[in-house]
C-alpha cells in the first residue's frame, strides 16, 4: 500500500481584507459579506487586494495638539497609495492634557486598550499610530506592542512659539513662569490675559521639552518614527513630508513583517533612556517607558538608569533646562544632531522602523552642521543626566528628580515638612496668610499617586505658598508621590514609591518632621525612627481606595506602582524577559 506524502508547506498566514475575519461561522461568507459592505463605500476588487495599512485618527475638538490630524491623515494616505498599499483611517479615542479630568494620565491605559483592540479587531497589515500630546504617544506604543503588528509612529509635531511684549513665549514653561509671576503680583491681571493670547501661537504640542516632545524623541529613539520624524513643528511642510514618507513606510514594513517587537528590544529601551537623559527630558518619560516596556515583558531597572546618567550629561538646551524651543531644535538638525554626540554610548545595531539600524541611518544623514542648541560632550548644559533616582526610607521603591531643571542650591537640604494630606488639602491651605511655612521648610503632598488622586495626576508641581511667592521666593524642595509636567521646574521629588495610598512611608510623614535630600547621595530620607514610623502606622491604618463600578474600579483594582509604569497588570507581557538597560 502507498501512501501520500504530507505537505510540509506552512500555510501563509492571511492579509489584507483577509485578516481577523469575523464570527459567522463560515469563513467564506464572513468575507463575501465583509467585501460587499466595504464596496459600498465605493472601492474595487483591486484595490482591497493591495496590503491594508491602519491609520489611527486621534483628532479632536478638545484636542488642540492634534489640530492638524485632517492634513496628516491625508499625506500618510498618499504615502500609502504611492507605495502600493490601501490606507484606512479609523478612529480611537483621544486625550488632552489640559481638557482631561481628573487627570489624561489616568485615561491613558484605555486610550492603550481601545488602541490595541482595535488594530486587533479590524483587517490591517500594518499600522501608522498618530499622536503627539503627552499621552497619546506611550498610549499607542503600549496598544501596539501588546498587538504585535508591523507599526509605526507619526508624531503630531510642536506648536510654534508667540511673542510678548518682543518676548519669545512658548508653552508651557512660559505658562508657568508668568503664572508664578502673576501669584507673585509681578504682572498684573491685564498682562497675565495678554500673555495668555501668545502662550500657544498655533496648534501642536508644547514646544519645549515637555511630556510630548520628550515622547516624540523618545519615539525616534528607540526606532519607531522614520529618521527626523521628532522635530519637524506641526504646520511646516516638513511635518507633512514627514507623514507622507511614514505611510509609505508602513507599506514595506507589512510587506517585509517588521513586527513592533523586533524594533522595541532591550536595546532600542536603553538608546531610549540614554536620550531621555541626554535631552533633560520629562520625569514622565520614566513612566511611560516602563509602561511600555512592560508590554514586552521588560522591567525598567531604576538604579542602572541612575547610573547612566552619571556618564551622560544633558546637551540639548531646551527649556525648562535651558534656553531654546523645539522648532530651533528641528533647525538644528532634530535628533540626528543629538545621536551624533551620544554616538560612542548608543547601542548603533538596534533595528529601526526603516528595516536598517540606528548605526546605519546616522551613517545615511551625513556629518551634520555647526548649530547651537545642541552642545558639544564636553560642554554640556549640566554634567549628569537631567533625571536622577533617590532612595532612603521616605522611598522604598524609589524617587525621581529633575536634576537639570533644579536649583542647585537646594539639592542638598534638610528641612522641616510642611504636610499637605491631599490635593484639595494643597488648594485650601496653601496661600493662607497664617499658613506656618518658611522658605526653607519642604512642601509635602500626599495621595496624588496612581491609586491616591486617582491616576497620578500632575500635581506634583506644589505652588509656592503665595506669601512666599510674594516675599521673592521662586523654588522650595517639594515632595509627593505625583508627577510633574515636563515642562515644570525646580527641586521637585516625585514618583515617591511606593505611594501614600497604600501605605507607602509618605503616609505616615507629619508637618513638623525633618527630611534630608541630598542628590549627590542619590538620597530622601524622612529623619524620623522605623519605630515611630510603625507605630504610626499602627495608629492610622490606611485604607486603599475603591470604587464601586466601571472604568475607575478596573483602575483602582489593576494599576501598578510608578516603578512599573502605572499600566493594569494584567496588561503586562505574560512572560519575563529581564531588565533594561543591562
Known amino acids: 500500500m502507498t501512501t501520500t506524502p504530507k505537505d510540509d508547506k506552512k500555510t501563509a498566514p492571511p492579509t489584507g481584507m483577509k485578516k481577523g475575519l469575523t464570527s459567522y461561522g463560515d469563513a467564506g461568507f464572513s468575507l463575501f459579506l465583509r467585501k460587499a459592505f466595504i464596496k459600498g463605500a465605493g472601492y474595487t476588487d483591486t484595490a482591497l487586494d493591495r496590503p491594508v495599512i491602519g491609520i489611527t485618527n486621534t483628532g479632536s475638538a478638545y484636542n488642540p495638539c492634534h489640530g492638524n490630524m485632517p492634513q496628516l491623515i491625508e499625506a500618510v494616505k498618499r504615502g500609502i497609495m504611492l507605495a502600493g498599499g490601501l490606507p484606512m483611517d479609523f478612529p480611537t479615542i483621544s486625550v488632552h492634557e489640559s481638557f482631561a479630568a481628573p487627570t489624561s494620565m489616568y485615561l491613558r491605559n484605555l486610550m492603550s486598550m481601545d488602541t490595541e483592540e482595535m488594530l486587533l479587531a479590524q483587517p490591517m497589515d500594518a499600522v501608522v499610530l498618530i499622536g503627539g500630546c503627552d499621552k497619546t504617544v506611550p498610549a499607542q506604543l503600549m496598544g501596539a506592542a501588546s498587538a504585535g503588528l508591523p507599526a509605526i509612529q507619526l508624531i503630531t509635531g510642536s506648536m510654534l512659539t508667540g511673542s510678548h511684549r518682543s518676548e519669545r513665549v512658548g508653552a508651557c514653561t512660559d505658562c508657568r513662569r508668568y503664572w508664578a509671576k502673576f501669584r507673585a503680583e509681578e504682572i498684573s491681571a491685564e498682562e497675565k490675559d495678554e500673555v495668555n493670547n501668545q502662550l500657544v501661537a498655533s496648534v501642536g504640542t508644547c514646544s519645549v521639552m515637555g511630556t510630548a516632545s520628550t515622547m516624540a524623541c523618545i519615539a525616534e529613539a528607540l526606532g519607531m518614527t522614520v529618521p527626523g520624524g521628532a522635530s519637524p513643528p506641526a504646520v511646516t511642510a516638513d511635518r507633512i513630508r514627514i507623514a507622507e514618507e511614514t505611510g509609505a513606510r508602513a507599506v514595506q514594513m507589512a510587506i517585509d513583517g517588521l513586527t513592533i517587537d523586533k524594533v522595541l528590544t532591550p536595546a532600542a529601551f536603553e538608546n531610549a533612556l540614554r536620550v531621555l537623559l541626554a535631552i533633560g527630558g520629562s ?300
Open 283 to 582: 520625569t514622565n518619560g520614566i513612566v511611560h517607558l516602563a509602561a511600555i516596556a512592560g508590554r514586552l515583558g521588560l522591567d525598567i531597572d531604576l538604579p542602572a538608569l541612575d547610573r547612566m546618567g552619571r556618564d551622560t550629561p544633558v546637551l540639548l538646551d531646551l527649556k525648562p533646562s535651558g534656553q531654546h524651543y523645539m522648532e530651533d531644535f528641528h533647525h538644528a538638525g532634530g535628533m540626528a544632531t543629538l545621536l551624533r554626540e551620544l554616538k560612542p554610548l548608543l547601542n548603533l545595531d538596534a533595528m529601526t522602523v526603516t528595516g536598517r539600524t540606528l548605526g546605519e541611518e546616522l551613517e545615511a544623514q551625513g556629518p551634520g552642521f555647526k548649530q547651537d542648541v545642541v552642545r558639544p560632550f564636553d560642554k554640556p548644559i549640566f554634567p549628569q543626566g537631567g533625571i536622577a533616582v533617590l532612595y532612603g526610607n521616605l522611598a522604598p521603591g524609589g524617587a525621581i528628580i529633575k536634576q537639570s531643571a533644579a536649583d542647585a542650591k537646594l539639592m542638598e537640604h534638610e528641612g522641616r515638612a510642611v504636610v499637605f494630606e491631599n490635593a484639595a488639602d494643597l488648594a485650601n491651605r496653601v496661600d493662607d496668610p497664617d499658613l506656618d511655612v518658611t522658605a526653607d521648610d519642604i512642601l509635602v503632598l500626599k495621595n496624588i499617586g496612581p491609586k491616591g488622586a486617582p491616576g497620578m495626576p500632575e500635581a506634583g508641581y506644589l505652588p509656592i505658598p503665595i506669601k512666599l511667592a510674594r516675599a521673592g521666593v521662586k523654588d522650595m524642595v517639594r515632595i509627593s508621590d505625583g508627577r510633574m509636567s515636563g515642562t515644570g521646574y525646580g527641586t521637585i521629588v516625585l514618583h515617591v514609591t511606593p505611594e501614600s495610598a497604600v501605605g507607602g512611608p509618605l503616609a505616615y510623614v507629619r508637618s513638623g518632621d525633618r527630611i534630608r535630600l541630598s542628590v549627590k547621595n542619590r538620597e530622601i530620607s524622612l529623619l524620623v525612627s522605623a519605630e515611630e514610623l510603625a507605630q504610626r502606622a499602627l495608629v492610622n491604618p490606611i485604607v486603599e481606595p475603591t470604587a464601586a463600578r466601571g472604568y475607575k474600579k478596573l483602575f483602582l483594582q489593576t494599576v501598578t506602582q510608578a516603578d512599573k509604569g502605572v499600566d493594569f497588570d494584567f496588561l503586562r507581557g505574560a512572560q519575563s524577559k529581564g531588565k533594561t538597560p543591562r
